[in-house]
């Protein structure tokens, strides 16, 4: 039986720590789903689709990634594709607070799910999406934040919104 995770998220866009934890899930998992939240609350700078090619292209070296999009419950949806194990990262400790609720929240509505938290390299802890698109926005160079290919997806973004 192949050991399968989901990592969830926004990915808006997907940083250098977010790679970094896929690869770190890679290594423990034989299938890694890293899955796209569609939230109509939120406000997302790039389109579900863009977020998905963004994460393909940064993750074409590694076979076992699947990318994918759900919107809804993340319990529901890991009911849906028969996957027991939620991927979560721990930057911070003040991460662990909103990860704690959320995975107890999760186990309540799907008992048999597991979440696995993994901590990012340290030259990653301090690195938000919210903050990377914000360098990009005022113009400074997003390459040592996020992949090549999510670099240039950032400039040409934020060159066409001035």
Known sequence: MSRVAIYPGSFDPVTRGHMDLVQRACRLFDRLIVAVSTNPSKKHTFSVDARIRMIEESARHLPQVEVDTFSGLLASYLKRKKVRVVIRGLRVVSDLDYEFQMASMN?????????????????????ASSMVKEVARMGAPPDAFVTAPVARLLRRTFRARK
Do not use: W
């Not at 799910?113 to 301090?126: H, I, S």
């Open 107 to 127: 186990r309540r509505l799907c008992p048999d799910m597991e979440t696995v938290f993994l901590m990012p390299d340290e030259q990653y802890t301090y690195l």
